[in-house]
């Protein structure tokens, strides 16, 4: 079992858009803006889409974003693509000065 | 650009130590802005971290593995690397190595920036 709870699977058309979920406590997602968000292709090494929250790094479009309220934070793709098929994870800092991934979320473009 | 590259035996047998190695290319593992993680991925299953270590030898763990775990750096070969103990076919995975930008402060590490460079991956399998 995760640390920090995430749906197992989201789907939208293209063109929707669609939010994933992270949930955690007070000793991670809730007391630090250190969440980043990752998705991963089959076969590859997850990618970084989202960091400290809401920051997307160079390159990451602005289809993706991210945000926070209390213990969950949360990641928005608009006008999804066929691309954005993937799995994604999200990750948080912690008190304990650790990191935690979600349990990940399977996004399906129909 | 920054790589990475893990490597290591690609089979272990159950009870034996896991040793893997990852190399920095194009730029200093001696950079104060980053700790560099171990991660793993059983198959069919989620991410899970390991474990990260600063240039300086400052580690942290996770504390479900914390009791096998070592993870430590060799500045001059511009290397980090992973030691697992006494392995099961449990740990059987993918296993990353990465960088994860990171806030340090005078009294230790205080934040994560994420991990922006990732290796390829290496898959171990624990079988005898």
């Known amino acids: 079992q995760s640390a920090l709870t995430q749906p197992a699977s989201v789907s939208g058309s293209p063109g929707q858009s669609i939010t994933i979920s992270c949930t955690g406590t007070?000793?991670?997602?809730?007391?630090?803006?250190?969440v980043s968000w990752y998705q991963q292709h089959p076969g590859k090494a997850p990618k970084l889409m989202i960091y400290?929250?809401?920051n997307r790094p160079s390159g990451v479009p602005d289809r993706f974003s991210g945000s926070k309220s209390g213990n969950t934070a949360s990641l928005t793709i608009s006008g999804l693509q066929a691309e954005d098929e993937a799995d994604y994870y999200c990750?948080?800092?912690?008190?304990?000065?650790?990191?935690?991934f979600g349990g990940g979320t399977k996004l399906t473009v129909l | 650009q920054v790589q990475l590259q893990e490597s290591g035996p690609g089979l272990v047998k159950p009870s034996q130590t896991l040793s893997l190695t990852c190399t920095v290319s194009g730029g200093s593992i001696s950079s104060g802005d980053y700790y560099w993680s171990w991660i793993r991925q059983p198959p069919g299953k989620g991410l899970e971290w390991i474990g990260y270590?600063?240039?300086?030898?400052?580690?942290y763990y996770n504390p479900s593995l914390k009791s096998r775990v070592t993870i430590s750096v060799d500045t001059s070969k511009n290397q980090f690397s992973l030691k697992l103990s006494s392995v099961t076919a449990a740990d059987t995975a993918v296993y990353y190595c990465?960088?994860?930008?990171?806030?340090?402060?005078?009294?230790?590490?205080?934040?994560?920036?994420?991990?922006?460079?990732w290796g390829q991956g290496t898959t171990v399998t624990v079988s005898s």
């Open positions: 400290e929250v809401s």
């Open positions: 990750s948080s800092y912690t008190s304990s000065s650790t990191l935690e």
């Open positions: 990465a960088r994860e930008a990171s806030i340090v402060g005078a009294t230790g590490l205080l934040g994560l920036g994420g991990m922006d460079v």
């Open positions: 007070s000793s991670d997602v809730g007391g630090y803006n250190y």
């Open positions: 270590i600063y240039y300086s030898g400052s580690t």
